[in-house]
């Protein structure tokens, strides 16, 4: 399986920060590198697809690119509502697998 | 707009069978495949398996003895039964549908199924 690690687990930022939040896979992988934003009660959120496209609806201040081994999730401009908890997750090798999660707070 | 909307038993006993359904709304269950996924509370997302149209299933090693998929695309629905639970298996379980880049662009609401004596 492919694992995915995620750093930092926890980060403290304040509205109008750029943050960013990378994703380490065990083993090299192309394009099918997914990021998701889920909020406590929520169902997780698609941001990002294919390492770097966004998803339809999603603001532009989120952006997603990396390659091979590292991929990172940039969120340009916090607003009130990106405080939340991050997951990346990876469908290039079977099974599906996720990183543990960032959670991003004020 | 693809809606997923989720039922099913949400208190088990161990040795039960854990039984989710997820109708489909909005689109067709003949693309894409479509899956579950868990989290138990307070913790991170775990891939459990997925079915498409055909009938053809992935599951995750690690539960495979233990599952079984179904589709029904008459229905637009499609099922998960987890056998012999234990407290381990208390989560959240979503379904979600899984498109070409492997992402899961639409969620059910998700259902929290506590294995408790």
């Known amino acids: 399986d492919i694992q995915l690690t995620q750093t930092p687990s926890s980060l403290s930022a304040s509205v109008g920060d750029r943050v960013t939040i990378t994703c380490r896979a065990s083993q090299s992988m192309t394009r099918y590198l997914n990021w998701y934003q889920q909020t406590p009660g929520r169902a997780p959120k698609l941001l990002i697809y294919g390492t770097s496209i966004l998803q339809s609806g999603v603001p532009s201040r989120f952006s997603g690119s990396g390659s091979g081994t590292e991929f990172t999730l940039t969120i340009s401009g916090l607003q009130p509502e990106d405080f939340a908890t991050y997951y990346c997750q990876q469908s290039y090798s079977d099974p599906d697998t996720f990183g543990q999660g960032t959670r991003l707070e004020i | 707009q693809v809606q997923l909307q989720q039922w099913g038993a949400g208190l088990l006993k161990p040795s039960e069978t854990l039984s989710l359904t997820c109708g489909v709304f909005g689109a067709s269950t003949s693309d894409h495949y479509w899956s579950w996924i868990r989290q138990p509370p307070g913790k991170g997302l775990e891939w459990i398996g997925e079915?498409?149209?055909?009938?053809?299933?992935k599951y995750s090693p690690s539960l495979k003895s233990r599952l079984s998929m179904s589709m029904d695309t008459s229905k637009a629905q499609f099922s998960l039964k987890m056998t012999s639970v234990t407290a381990a298996d208390t989560a959240f379980y979503y379904c979600?549908?899984?498109?070409?880049?492997?992402?899961?662009?639409?969620w059910g609401q998700g259902t929290l199924v506590s294995v408790s004596s």
């Open positions: 079915i498409n149209h055909r009938g053809r299933t």
């Open positions: 979600a549908r899984a498109r070409d880049h492997g992402d899961f662009d639409s």
